[in-house]
């Protein structure tokens, strides 16, 4: 049976229909997803490619949902999410042990993110990291603190909302006197030419904060996976491994075969052999969590 193919949201007048065509497409089971997702990996199957896609049209839009709130047209936020489904799916691999839900969600949420930034003259793209962080989380905190004051906030607000994300105090009075008055740019006014000023024509080259946190994330996790794979070799095993191939200045065979009154090519033995074992602990290990 021919997949279905994906509905076209292009207005907020679709929006509930759009809403009720997602539903069709169910959700994979680990399994089904781990094999679509190789079948686009090695072969570029582009059926595979469109079940992936559309298995998670419901998450794209639950999380456009959340940026409603920018003013911008909810079809255009679930959009931009499903570009950000695409890219994720386009560079998932399976074999790292994560589903792909969890991968696609900072795809997603930069690529709406990015689109609320360029479609706010509020935010040009010479806006610096960290003023994208007050933006995208202010409205937030205030929320969650019940500073509901017109004007500027109250010191303390203030503070804590500095305190929280890491920001100077001032940065946070400016933005949220921008966010509370008419649509103003973060740089000098453009001129009435409409030349911009030559910041705004500066492509911000760094990784996105979505990005730079799920590489973190998944960074702890094979740390984890590793100090557990680690645990399946005996002493001496461990002992070579680590001396041979996680330090930065490796132990020379000559030194260990010393170490332990064995040859230098029964040390190169052991290495190997643990190594292979700690590989075949992380896959199983890895295939576990992709399972459950």
Aim: aromatic share 6%; net charge neutral.
């Amino acid at each position: 049976m021919a997949t279905p193919p994906v509905p076209v949201i292009n207005s907020e007048s679709n929006l509930s229909r759009y809403l009720q065509e997602i539903r069709k497409f169910p959700m994979l089971e680990p399994a089904e997803e781990y094999m679509l997702a190789k079948r686009w990996q090695e072969h570029e199957d582009p059926d595979a490619a469109h079940k992936l896609v559309t298995s998670h049209l419901r998450l794209v839009a639950k999380i456009a949902m959340g940026y409603r709130g920018y003013g911008l047209p909810v079809s255009e936020l679930i959009s931009e999410g499903n570009v950000g489904m695409m890219q994720a799916v386009k560079r998932f691999d399976p074999d790292r042990g994560f589903r792909l839900a969890t991968y696609a969600m900072w795809w997603i949420r930069a690529a709406i993110q990015e689109y609320i930034l360029h479609s706010w003259s509020l935010v040009k793209m010479g806006t610096t990291a960290a003023q994208k962080k007050l933006f995208f989380n202010l409205r937030k905190l205030k929320g969650q603190m019940q500073a509901i004051e017109d004007g500027d906030l109250a010191p303390e607000t203030v503070a804590a909302i500095a305190k929280k994300l890491e920001v100077p105090e001032q940065d946070v009075v400016n933005m949220n006197r921008r966010l509370a008055a008419p649509d103003h740019s973060l740089n000098a006014p453009l001129r009435i030419d409409g030349e911009g000023e030559w910041q705004d024509w500066l492509v911000d080259e760094e990784e996105t904060q979505e990005v730079r946190l799920a590489e973190r994330e998944e960074l702890g996790k094979r740390k984890t996976l590793l100090a557990a794979a680690m645990k399946t070799l005996n002493e001496r095993e461990r002992h070579i491994l680590i001396e041979r191939r996680l330090k930065d200045n490796p132990t020379t065979l000559e030194d260990l075969s010393q170490q332990y009154g064995i040859s230098r090519e029964r040390v190169r033995q052991i290495e190997v052999r643990a190594f292979e074992k700690l590989q075949k602990s992380i896959r199983t290990a890895a295939l576990e969590q992709r399972l459950a």
